[in-house]
């Protein structure tokens, strides 16, 4: 399953200057009123490459969230692990069928 995520001005702010006092309307820069006497507003420029590495950071974990609902239970996970031999190796062959199948960018 593949999500699609807008990461936008609201979630820059967040990141690079965090507990600020600030609005946005539509999520973009023109919407941005900055509120925060103590703090000085980002420019565009960084904002735009927050954006940029926030997008590239999410982008890169897609094999994490293709893995996550195909992996067995935490459950089951741990009970084989507990019970170790057979149910330990039939397990981990599962687990490892599901990162054969999302692999690790590189």
Not at 1 to 22: C, D, F, H, Q
Not at 34 to 59: G, K, N
Not at 77 to 102: F, H, N, P, S
Request: net charge negative; charged share 35%.
């Amino acid at each position: 399953m593949t999500y699609n995520r807008s990461i936008g001005v609201v979630e820059a702010l967040r990141n690079l200057v965090p507990g600020t006092k600030w609005i946005v309307k539509n999520n973009t820069y023109e919407g941005l009123d900055w509120l925060d006497e103590e703090e000085e507003c980002p420019t565009r420029e960084e904002i735009e490459l927050e954006i940029a590495r926030l997008q590239e950071e999410y982008a890169a974990k897609e094999y994490q969230r293709q893995r996550a609902p195909e992996y067995p239970d935490i459950k089951d996970q741990l009970d084989a692990i507990w019970k170790g031999g057979d149910a330990y190796e039939e397990m981990l062959t599962r687990v490892m069928e599901v990162k054969a199948k999302y692999p690790k960018p590189e």
